[in-house]
Each structure stands twice: as C-alpha cells, then as structure tokens.
C-alpha cells in the first residue's frame, strides 16, 4: 500500500535493528625501577548485530541496505616498556596486536519463488539465499547486494625509539624503528 503521494519509491519503512555488543579494557602501569616503566593494555570487543530487511525476510530489500547478521570479534593487546638511559637519552618499545573478524551473512529469505531461480547455490550457506531484483531508480527485492562481506586480519607492530634530549628537557631529535605485518 503506496505511502506517500509519489508514482515510484513510495512505500515508507522504519526497520529495528537489534545489537547485543559487549566490550571490554584492562590496563596495568608498573614502575620496575627507577629507570624502567611498563604498561599493558587488553581490549576485547564481541559483537552481535541483526539488521533487518528492508520489506521483510519473505522477499528482502533494498539491495545496498547491508542486511544480515554481522558478528564481530575483535581483540587488541599493547605493551610498551619505557627506560631512561640516561639523563639526555630516553628510550621506549612497544608491541601491538590487533586480531579482527567481521562476518556480515545475508538473511534467509523464505518466499518459495527464490529456490526456483537457476544458477543459485543453495549448498554454501555464505551465499545469498536470492538473488537482488532491482530496476534503476526503485526499490528492489531478494538479499543486499553487499552479503556476504567477511573480514579476517591479524596485525603485529613493534615499535622501538631512541630520543636524545637537550638539557633542558626538550627533545633534540627521534630515531626510531616501526616494523608492521599482517596476517
């Protein structure tokens, strides 16, 4: 049933979207001497988020609407030791890792019409369950056009700093080292 006055696009939807995101930090600061510091830092983050269909889970939506569950799991953890050399020399070192996945998978779509359509492959579950039906300029129907969208990274980083000063407190120059890699 048309919404508004207009010829095309004219069906209205307001969609919930459902989030269930738990997150989570712990931080440690130690002073092992008086020329040495040490801090370590965990983050954890898990999220469940369900993004609803444009229309509904019978025919599907808009084919940029990103619907689907979108699981996510990502985990940070962060050391860095810092020493005084001496009185014009300071070093600091850190390690980074960053492990990330995301997993956005489409919808089911439940409307019989879809299991008719050739060329589907209805054994990966990771595969849209219908293929978008979209005509330019209007909204279309069967699962968004983005699903699946799956994201897999692991990052190390080590990070390792010389920094002279001047007597008087204020850095002279930085020489330094960042070595990145991703798995």
Same mark, same amino acid.
């Given at each position: ?30 002073? @092992? ?6 801090? @370590? ?12 269909? #444009?229309?509904? #889970? ?18 940070? @953890? ?9 009185? #014009? ?8 890792? #960053? ?21 589907? /492959? ?18 279309? /129907? ?27 407190? /204020? ?13």
């Amino acid at each position: 049933m048309p919404q508004t006055s207009a010829l095309v696009n004219n069906y209205v939807t307001t969609l919930v979207k459902r989030s269930n995101i738990h997150r989570a930090d712990g931080r440690l600061d130690h002073q @092992l001497s008086s020329k040495g510091t040490l801090f @370590l830092r965990y983050s954890v983050d898990w999220a469940d988020i369900r993004v609803p269909e #444009t229309f509904n #889970t019978d025919i599907g939506g808009n084919e940029a609407s990103f619907s689907g569950t979108d699981t996510v799991h990502g985990h940070s @953890l962060v050391a860095a030791y810092t020493r005084s050399f001496s009185a #014009t020399t300071i070093g600091d070192f850190r390690y980074g890792l #960053t492990k990330f996945h995301g997993g956005l998978v489409p919808n089911v779509l439940t409307n019989p019409v879809w299991k008719t359509i050739p060329g589907r /492959l209805d054994s990966d579950p990771y595969q849209p369950s219908a293929p978008i039906v979209s005509p330019s300029g209007y909204a279309g /129907l069967g699962n968004p056009r983005s699903s699946p969208l799956i994201r897999d990274q692991r990052m190390h980083e080590a990070i390792g700093n010389l920094s002279p000063s001047l007597r008087c407190g /204020l850095p002279l120059s930085r020489f330094g080292r960042d070595r990145q890699s991703a798995g």
